[in-house]
């Protein structure tokens, strides 16, 4: 009997967190480690509806989306401005040469003050512009919800990419040990004489690459925290962490996982589902309601410079002038005296360098290509709601067949190993081994993952995210398929 004992540290990374004592990287490769990746003691943790949520709250590049909707409202205020009074008021003081002072009009000297006052009661290119910029004052609020649903897609990459790294953090530490213990057994295997120096040489060499892929993977998770702070407009070095994501329990309870696979694992099923999801996205889309509004203003400006431009401008003008003084050659008696006047201004432009047919050619060609945007965005939908639904499909059928090859894996992995430390296979077979199991583990953590981020990538395309409404609306939107799965039988 042979019995090596040997003093190694060991490393419980739940307790090194509450102690928030940091293990140098130098000493990684002497150290065993144990316990989960959990940052027990970060401040906040976060599911995925709580990052979605501060998210739409903090967001720097939403708060600025959001500045920008309220300046398209000032922008109508300023529209509305060309129906408010204008008052202006004037002072002057005149001085002319006395060989040429006449009373009562041309005193040598005089002080004189006026106030003006003007109307408009109605203006075909003042209301256009009132009605233009309501439209694009829509279409940017419209452009604002997609920047929403843009940021909630992002919160859910940075989310399950924080989750994929520490799961993929807590594998190669399991790969890491799994060296180790190979490694152990080459050298006994080499002082037993039953191998030779060159396979304990090829796991020193192996243990070296699986500390510094366990160093990235640290790395990694560290980096995927950082980006959350940033989208989050928190301190990049805040400590934070990210809850389990498990389909059908917390926040994910309203994914009904079996019955999408049913429909999707169903040809008739996927075809009008497709065609539904497409239907919706259509009417939710906020791109498309942007273009809409943004086709309204233009074609209100197309109507202002065609028939509009005939229809006359009303305006009122008053005017109230006072003499406060008046002296010198020229000057008379009384003393100072006021006047004023009222009337109507009723213009019609006749011609204006043909400016109006050029704006209209111009309002023409911008209709054209925002029509073709929205065709054009319209087919976009068509594809990634039809590409998406393709890679949902794709990784149901991950997390199906992941548990079966995780299992047959490490089944694989036991039998090669004891066969090695027996001297019955090579190492490579033994590294083939271990590399096929840790792919296969890397494939299992992830595709639940990567199943719950593919769904909420295909709610972006349909513009509708079942985490942000009510069970209620869920409920309508699951009845609107119904209906549409009755209405093409």
């Known amino acids: 009997m042979f019995v090596d004992a040997e003093r190694r540290l060991t490393v419980n990374f739940n307790t090194i967190d509450q102690l928030q004592i940091p293990v140098k990287y130098s000493l990684i490769a002497q150290t065993d480690f144990v316990g989960q990746y959990e940052k027990a003691s970060a401040p906040k943790s976060y599911n995925l509806l709580g990052l979605i949520n501060e998210t739409l709250e903090q967001n720097l590049s939403l708060v ?281 201004n009723v213009s019609v432009p006749i011609l204006d360098g043909f400016r109006n047919n050029i704006d209209r050619q111009t309002a023409l060609i911008q209709k054209e290509q925002l029509e073709v945007n929205t065709a054009n965005t319209e087919l976009a939908i068509e594809t990634n709601v039809s590409i998406g639904v393709l890679n949902l499909i794709n990784q149901i059928a991950n997390i199906r067949l992941a548990e079966v090859s995780v299992a047959a894996a490490e089944e694989s992995l036991d039998l090669v190993q004891t066969s090695y430390s027996e001297g019955a296979v090579s190492i490579i077979q033994l590294i083939d081994a271990q590399n096929n199991y840790l792919q296969t583990q890397l494939a299992q953590a992830s595709a639940t993952y990567n199943f719950l981020l593919t769904a909420i990538q295909l709610e972006r395309f349909i513009s509708y995210n079942f985490l942000l409404h009510t069970e209620e609306e869920n409920n309508a939107f699951q009845q609107r398929f119904l209906e549409y799965m009755n209405a093409n039988d």
Not at 250 to 267: H, K, M, R, S
Not at 273 to 284: D, P, S
Not at 306 to 324: C, D, E, K, S
């Open 64 to 344: 600025a989306n959001e500045l920008g909707v309220q300046l398209t409202e000032q922008d109508i205020k300023s529209a509305w401005s060309n129906y408010y009074p204008v008052l202006t008021a004037s002072g002057t003081f005149t001085n002319i040469d006395g060989r040429v002072a006449v009373a009562p009009f041309q005193p040598e000297f005089s002080v004189d003050g006026n106030l003006n006052l003007t109307q408009t009661i109605y203006s075909e290119a003042a209301s256009a512009n009132i009605s233009v910029q309501k439209n694009l004052n829509q279409a940017q609020e419209a452009s604002f919800r997609a920047s929403q649903l843009d940021a909630i897609l992002e919160s859910s990459n940075l989310y399950f990419n924080a989750l994929i790294s520490k799961v993929n953090l807590r594998i190669q530490n399991q790969n890491l040990q799994l060296t180790k213990e190979n490694l152990r057994i080459a050298t006994q295997n080499f002082e037993a004489g039953q191998s030779g120096k060159s396979d304990m040489l090829r796991f020193e060499s192996q243990l070296a690459q699986n500390t510094q892929v366990f160093i990235e993977a640290v790395n990694q998770l560290e980096q995927a925290f950082i980006r959350i702070n940033q989208s989050l407009n928190a301190p990049v070095m805040d400590i934070i962490d990210v809850d389990e994501a498990v389909i059908g329990q917390g926040v994910f309870e309203t994914y009904n996982y079996e019955q999408l696979a049913e429909i999707l694992d169903n040809p008739e099923l996927k075809r009008p589902f497709v065609e539904f999801l497409i239907e919706e996205a259509k009417r939710n889309s906020p791109e498309l309601e942007s273009l809409a509004f943004n086709i309204k203003a233009v074609d209100r400006t197309i109507d202002l410079n065609a028939y509009g431009r005939f229809i006359p401008t009303v305006a009122l003008q008053a005017n109230f002038n006072q003499n406060f003084n008046q002296w010198g050659v020229g000057s008379i008696d009384p003393d100072p005296s006021d006047n004023y006047n009222v009337g109507v």
